[in-house]
């Protein structure tokens, strides 16, 4: 099965275009190196929680958007050598494609697959 690299992030919703245009330079990054897809979802209905949300997991600020995105990969081991050279590529580096968020309040993680319907 393939394999998932999910994030959620807050962004300045001022900065809107400007992380279209950071997230979709970082996509065909991952896309030469082997992701299947690259989605990134703009936050529209994601409410703030009592106990835990995305907005709390982010600690999203009044002016700021929750987002939202995968990566898909053919396995993890694909994933695993394609972060190794996207980390070495020059085109990641933060003065090339500086990120227009807050990276420090980024939750990521790598998931197995376990239904793909």
Not at 1 to 17: H, K, L, S
Not at 29 to 55: Q, R, Y
Request: neutral net charge; glycine residues 6%.
């Amino acid at each position: 099965m393939n394999y998932v690299d999910g994030f959620v992030c807050a962004v300045p919703t001022a900065n809107r275009e400007a992380y279209r245009k950071h997230a979709a330079s970082a996509a065909a990054l991952f896309k030469e190196h082997g992701a299947l897809a690259v989605v990134e979802c703009w936050g529209d209905d994601v409410p703030e929680g009592k106990i835990t949300s995305f907005p709390m997991a982010v600690k999203r600020q009044a002016d700021e958007t929750v987002v939202f995105s995968w990566i898909a990969w053919p396995s993890r081991q694909a994933r695993d050598q394609a972060w190794k050279k996207l980390m070495e590529d020059p085109r990641m580096k933060p003065e090339n494609n500086p990120m227009p968020f807050d990276g420090k309040r980024l939750i990521y993680g790598g998931f197995e697959v376990i239904v793909n319907v």
